[in-house]
């Protein structure tokens, strides 16, 4: 990913922590291609009547992540009320998705990954939020 | 759009007000089509170095209302609390547009059009939040 | 949709017919909204495990859709290369997932409809690539 | 990223090969996220008049790449002529957007990372399209 050296070359000088928000985003677009995976490979399982829940949270989580990474990326002229409210938006979506997914980590190996992208997620988009 | 028609459809019957649901969801959806639209409207004005928050406001709100779209679409094991963030989210990037494209209105047909279009999804917004 | 009002706003002339180009634009946004109705649907439904190629065919067919709803939007400088395989690649999605959706449409009303919104959005998609 | 690690995970075995799959994914989630930053540096620069082509191809180039993504991340059921289409179109954004960031690689270093990191995805797009 050229992430952090995308955001070196905007002319501005970032107002937030450069290497917590190229983490997050990062973070973000890793969340939402595991969240969609994991959907994806429920929707496979012979017992896919029991992963109802799991595949609506995934679903729900890659959108979210999705447009979170979207709107970390820029770094002009935003507004710093919208930032704070869609990386809340994403830690709830994070959260969500893990606690589903946690409950089938035992036996199905792509739910133990999403749940644990899914963390990793929730807290780098916390430590964003703490430094706005 | 058929979204009242597929939310009648859906084998569990809604927890929140079918009317309320369909018209907030076809808001999301009008309203990132018309900040796509406005984005690209300014991006074409000869005076395009002014409308630069603008252009960054609508690219937001386009993202926010479609991920809000898909979000308030599912009925399937949702979880409020996600709802909730989300429509919390979509609301303040239709507040943050709106107030961009609405410096705008007198000589950008577009961005008049678009401020309109982003007070009308922030309404219909607050209404299935308050109805959570 | 406040689609054709800003089709009409925009500061270049459209190269497009503007009716034909409103048209499939609203179409692609009614197909995305329907087709993620539509998996979100077959996922409640007591047989979800017959449901499978539906749900993977509409979650395809919704992105698709999604994407080119935001290409067609745009009029400023683009490359009519990418507008035809852009529409191609829908025109193909709708294909694929109207069959799909089709195989359901005696016993699932959620897939009659979404066969029927599919079959809509291909032909708005074909009228636009005859005209370019 | 987790690419290949959920990839391995999915319970059908890949039709295609897992390598390149993976390589075409991530190229793409890397790409959406560039042309993303792109567009977002082009807006904050001073000669931004001239970089109108350059911002509206970065745009599409996201949105294609993004469904790109989401597409060959699945492994359900899938149709093989879809993913065909969708190759197709995410070759085509690729090399228009690297055509317009290229013109601009000497004065931006955003636009020469950007045409790079398109030319690397087209290349992992036409990999997993020649597997088909």
Chains 1, 2, 3, 4 share one sequence.
């Not at 973000?28 to 949270?57: F, G, H, K, N």
């Not at 589903?100 to 899914?118: M, N």
């Amino acid at each position: 990913m050229s992430t952090a050296a995308m955001l070196d070359t905007h002319p501005s000088s970032a107002t937030l922590d450069r290497d917590a928000l190229a983490r997050a985003i990062d973070a973000c677009l890793a969340c939402s291609q595991t969240c969609t995976a994991c959907a994806d490979a429920c929707l496979a399982e012979p017992d896919v009547s029991e992963m109802v829940r799991c595949i609506r949270d995934d679903l729900d989580c890659a959108d979210v992540c999705q447009a979170t990474a979207r709107i970390l990326t820029r770094q002009t002229a935003g507004d710093p009320h919208l930032t704070r409210a869609v990386l809340e938006a994403c830690i709830q979506a994070c959260s969500t998705c893990a606690a589903s997914c946690g409950e089938h980590r035992e036996h199905h190996e792509h739910c133990r990954i999403c749940a644990d992208v899914c963390e990793a997620c929730g807290q780098a988009c916390r430590a964003v939020l703490h430094g706005l």
